[in-house]
């Protein structure tokens, strides 16, 4: 079984709909990560969370909600789902046991697309 | 601000050498280095701290130039698993555990 594990791999949805991307791990993490990749733009983070009572806004959170529901499980939310959304989703994880750096394991992503 | 990588794409025959560059107008706390092929996720290559700590592939290598905030990653005798998508990725002195990426490097390696 995957260490980081994102449902599902593959959503179509419409405009104006609710959509959660969820992610689990095994890793005993407590930090986590939600990036999204478009072509040409490279990962940018979307939300990120060190432990379950603490929750950051990355660099592109407009449009976005997230929920840490336990130290193993991080959901991200489009409440109102715009074509512009249209994108590959990452769950990320890592712990800060280099040097408090952090290293992160990728889940295998979620392709959302927005009609 | 996302730190900036070069070349953007860069084609190479088998056993040939590249070096691909990372640089950001921030003070660096490290530099990560991750690989992608095509369909598939990230994964960790190289992690380089602030006062020349490193962790990471056997094959492949890496520096890191602090006073510019510039890193690179030295590709050598590249094979053909060596194809994908190269990202740089940044933490921030005073923002460490916040990594942010590169726009990527493509790499092909053709026989």
């Known amino acids: 079984d995957a260490d980081v594990t994102q449902t599902p791999r593959n959503r179509i949805t419409k405009t104006g709909k609710r959509i959660m991307l969820e992610c689990s791990q095994t890793k005993g993490h407590d930090r986590m990560y939600w990036y999204r990749q478009d072509p040409g733009l490279g990962l940018r983070l979307i939300y990120y969370?060190?432990?379950?009572?603490?929750?950051n806004k990355g660099e592109i959170s407009d449009g976005y909600s997230v929920s840490r529901q336990a130290q193993a499980k991080f959901s991200l939310s489009l409440e109102s789902a715009i074509p512009n959304q249209t994108a590959l989703y990452f769950c990320a994880t890592s712990d800060s046991s280099f040097s408090g750096a952090n290293v992160l394991t990728f889940g295998a992503g979620s392709r959302l697309t927005v009609l | 601000q996302q730190p900036v990588q070069s070349p953007q794409a860069v084609i190479l025959r088998e056993g040939e050498d590249a070096v691909i560059n990372c640089s950001s107008s921030?003070?660096?706390?490290?530099v990560h280095w991750y690989r992608q092929k095509h369909g598939e996720a990230p994964v960790f290559l190289m992690i380089?701290?602030?006062?020349?700590e490193q962790k990471g592939h056997e094959k492949i290598s890496a520096s890191f130039n602090e006073k510019k905030q510039q890193s690179s990653l030295y590709l050598t005798a590249s094979q053909l698993s060596y194809s994908g998508t190269y990202f740089c990725?940044?933490?921030?002195?005073?923002?460490?555990?916040?990594?942010?990426f590169g726009t990527g490097t493509r790499l092909q390696v053709t026989l």
């Open positions: 990725g940044t933490e921030s002195t005073g923002t460490a555990s916040k990594l942010t």
């Open positions: 380089l701290l602030k006062g020349g």
């Open positions: 969370s060190f432990d379950v009572k603490d929750i």
């Open positions: 921030k003070a660096l706390y490290s």
